[in-house]
């Protein structure tokens, strides 16, 4: 059974830059569709990236609010996936979380992923 465990994250100021991972085991993340999600106090988790499963290198969707400023990828080499956040806002404050799922398409919705990260919070502010 896959299992991810996330690292990264912590406080950063408006513009900067910070890079989160999550490094798979016990399956083969090349062939799950990974996400990344995020929840703000108070707020519900919401779908930030996804990238599909594929040997062209699959398929990305971004939310709107983080399209032009995050980057997620996957590394098969080592069983890893990233996501890098740059020119960040604190509107992106919040717990992240990554996650995988064997489904097709860029659907962002949480129930559709079976294998979750613990979560890393991720502070923009001065």
């Known amino acids: 059974q896959l299992q991810v465990v996330e690292s990264g994250g912590g406080l950063v100021q408006p513009g900067g830059s910070l890079r989160l991972s999550c490094v798979a085991s016990g399956s083969t993340l090349e062939f799950y569709t990974i996400a990344w999600f995020r929840q703000a106090p108070g707020k519900e988790r919401e779908g930030v990236s996804v990238?599909?499963?594929?040997?062209?290198?699959?398929?990305?969707a971004y939310v709107d609010s983080v399209k032009g400023r995050f980057t997620i990828s996957r590394d098969n080499a080592n069983n890893t996936m990233n996501l890098q956040m740059d020119s960040l806002k604190p509107e992106d404050t919040g717990v992240y979380y990554c996650a995988a799922g064997l489904l097709y398409g860029t659907s962002m919705s949480p129930g559709l992923y079976d294998y979750w990260g613990q979560g890393a919070q991720v502070t923009v502010s001065s």
């Open positions: 990238l599909t499963s594929g040997g062209s290198g699959g398929h990305t």
